[in-house]
């Protein structure tokens, strides 16, 4: 049993509002105001991964002969209660509320500005 199936097993997954590929305002922490898009979420973290967010810098040894050891720099994980949705159009950070369509259908918008996500 691998670490991710460990962490499964002990936590429970969140439910997020936010999803892949949304474009979030960091609103507490050392990257205060960047804003990014959401790359990848770990619902049973209750964290998220965001573009060019919390940068990380590793040092990955030669795997072959005559490669050459480089330096990667890679986003790691933000918890998700440091992120608000952030509209694009307004330029405003904002909650997000599931409401129910006329048609019966479950969407997301932004509370601030009444703007839809979905």
Do not use: C, W
Not at 24 to 45: A, F, M
Not at 58 to 78: D, F, L, M, N, Y
Request: hydrophobic content about 30%.
């Amino acid at each position: 049993m691998n670490l991710n199936q460990k962490n499964k097993s002990l936590t429970s997954r969140v439910k997020m509002r936010i999803r892949k590929g949304d474009t979030v305002q960091v609103i507490n922490g050392k990257e205060k105001g960047k804003t990014g898009e959401v790359l990848r979420t770990l619902p049973y973290e209750n964290r998220l991964i965001v573009e060019g967010i919390n940068l990380r810098t590793r040092h990955v040894k030669p795997t072959q002969e005559g490669e050459t050891g480089r330096i990667v720099t890679e986003e790691a994980s933000v918890h998700a209660s440091n992120v608000m949705l952030y509209s694009t159009k307004k330029k405003v950070a904002s909650r997000v509320e599931v409401f129910v369509d006329k048609d019966g259908s479950k969407k997301r918008r932004l509370k601030k500005t009444g703007e839809l996500i979905d």
